[in-house]
């Protein structure tokens, strides 16, 4: 560290551009047999991605789908979660996974989370479990994964399955395991941002069981195995072939990018390492994460991530309000306080840039202005 201040113009929270160059010739290929076969809706393109993701994975199936937030309710509708039923998931995750279980009618069952990596906390879930769960969802946050060893047990003694929203994990691993392979079935994302992204919404879910992958395609497929014979009220959920063709280019290059980014968060962590009042983010024993955030913990924290974004650093939040204090669940009743540790985080954490195409000068930069954000008036 020079104590230099080195500025780039700017250091975005995620880079898409540089992505998009590196795959542009590929894509622009692709899309151009697409519109030759005029094969818009399935066709070649996604049937070789959801073959190559459940290679890359481990898997059996994936059935490519429209958005992530379907591949959760679709994975929880063919694992068997009905209406009524209760659905165990941290209250720290982005709003999606706790809609897509409302969405089958099921109940949203929130938790507190560890204080070390902010994952859902087995103990806390298995004192939630009641004869109504159907279902726990571990939210493989910011590129780690979570204990689902320690859930599997708890699942077990009461009936449910594992459903896993692996959409910020994407070539995650626990003990040499996948996350997205470690439940009964997964919902993932590939919105633009993800390790994984396409360009445009599309998700996907992930299973090793024959009967939930089937269902799974009739239901995202208005119910319907063949033509005009619906055996279910479904939805229409289908991965677009062009964001398809997208994905294929991206998933060659993903373990790559992932290592990128492994080296990133390790200059992060040199870099950052003697901050005081910095809380640095650390790998769970077991797991190899894939830094999809770089997310730190700070005293302070607006302020901050206020001088970090006038000095053209695009730091932000993920996510600023737990689940059970955003207006849309104010219905399950619980009040501030109830879930203590993702309260305290959610005033805390913030995310830093992290790409993998960023560069050691960036990452220098980002430091830098954090170092000079953290100093006293007087300091400054």
Not at 64 to 74: F, K, R
Request: glycine share 10%; charged share 20%.
């Amino acid at each position: 560290m020079t104590g230099v201040l080195h500025s780039p113009v700017s250091v975005p929270l995620v880079d898409l551009g540089a992505q998009h160059e590196e795959v542009a010739h590929e894509v622009e290929i692709g899309l151009k047999e697409v519109f030759a076969q005029t094969s818009f809706i399935g066709g070649a393109a996604v049937t070789e991605f959801e073959q190559a993701y459940s290679r890359f994975l481990g898997a059996r199936h994936c059935i490519g789908v429209a958005n992530g937030t379907d591949a959760l309710e679709l994975a929880l509708r063919a694992a068997g979660v009905k209406s009524g039923g209760e659905v165990i998931l941290p209250a720290n995750t982005f709003i999606a996974t706790a809609e897509a279980v409302s969405r089958i009618g099921a109940l949203p069952v929130l938790v507190d989370v560890d204080s070390e990596h902010l994952l859902i906390d087995p103990d806390r879930v298995a004192e939630a479990v009641s004869p109504r769960t159907q279902a726990i969802i571990p939210v493989h946050l910011f590129g780690q994964t979570a204990f689902v060893e320690r859930l599997a047990p708890i699942a077990a003694a009461c009936g449910a399955v594992i459903v896993e929203d692996a959409a910020q994990s994407q070539g995650a691993t626990r003990f040499g395991r996948f996350a997205g392979a470690l439940g009964l079935a997964a919902g993932t994302s590939f919105y633009p941002g993800k390790n994984l992204g396409a360009a445009g919404d599309a998700g996907a879910v992930v299973t090793g069981d024959e009967d939930v992958a089937a269902r799974v395609r009739m239901l995202g497929a208005h119910g319907s195995e063949r033509k005009y014979q619906h055996d279910a009220v479904g939805m229409n959920s289908r991965l677009d072939t062009i964001q398809a063709v997208v994905l294929n280019a991206k998933l060659r290059r993903l373990a790559g990018w992932n290592e990128r980014r492994r080296r990133a968060a390790a200059r992060y962590q040199e870099l950052l390492a003697d901050l005081p009042g910095v809380v640095l983010p650390r790998t769970a024993p077991g797991n190899i994460d894939v830094w999809h955030l770089y997310v730190i913990r700070v005293a302070e924290r607006d302020r901050v991530l206020s001088a970090l974004n006038q000095a053209g650093i695009g730091a932000g939040i993920h996510y600023p309000v737990p689940v059970h204090l955003s207006p849309a669940y104010t219905h399950l009743g619980f009040e501030s306080g109830s879930f203590p540790v993702a309260e305290q985080a959610a005033g805390e954490i913030l995310s830093l840039p992290i790409f993998p195409h960023i560069s050691e000068a960036q990452q220098e930069y980002v430091a830098e202005r954090l170092r000079l954000s953290l100093r006293s008036p007087a300091e400054r």
